[in-house]
């Protein structure tokens, strides 16, 4: 009910604002030139602030060694061997069952005999 009410007010507002003076009246008000002393006031100017200087930059890039030229690794000596490690094998997967592809038929009982009739 509250909806009807605000959506009947919202009507009625739009249809006085649709009206053909109004829209005339507005026309006329946005068509008026400026008067001579309403002009917008000009902001004041703001001072250039001095710009920073960017540093200067290396235009090449360094060398980086080939790679047949990286020296070798050191070796490191007295390190203890790791024993090897035997994995137990993994069990055995069962089996997927099959699924029937065929509808049992499902056994109807016979109907009870109908009463006798005098």
Do not use: D
């Amino acid at each position: 009910m509250a909806s009807l009410k605000c959506f009947l007010l919202a009507f009625f507002i739009a249809l006085s604002f649709s009206n053909i003076e109004v829209s005339l009246a507005a026309r006329k008000l946005q068509q008026l030139p400026t008067l001579p002393g309403t002009a917008m006031p000009s902001f004041p100017s703001i001072p250039n602030l001095p710009q920073p200087t960017l540093p200067n930059l290396p235009t090449t890039q360094p060398s980086f060694p080939n790679r047949g030229t990286l020296p070798p690794l050191p070796s490191l000596p007295n390190l203890p061997s790791a024993p090897k490690v035997t994995l137990p094998p993994l069990p055995s997967m069962p089996s997927i069952p099959t699924i029937p592809t065929t509808i049992p038929s499902i056994p109807f009982l016979p109907p009870p005999p109908a009463p006798s009739s005098p």
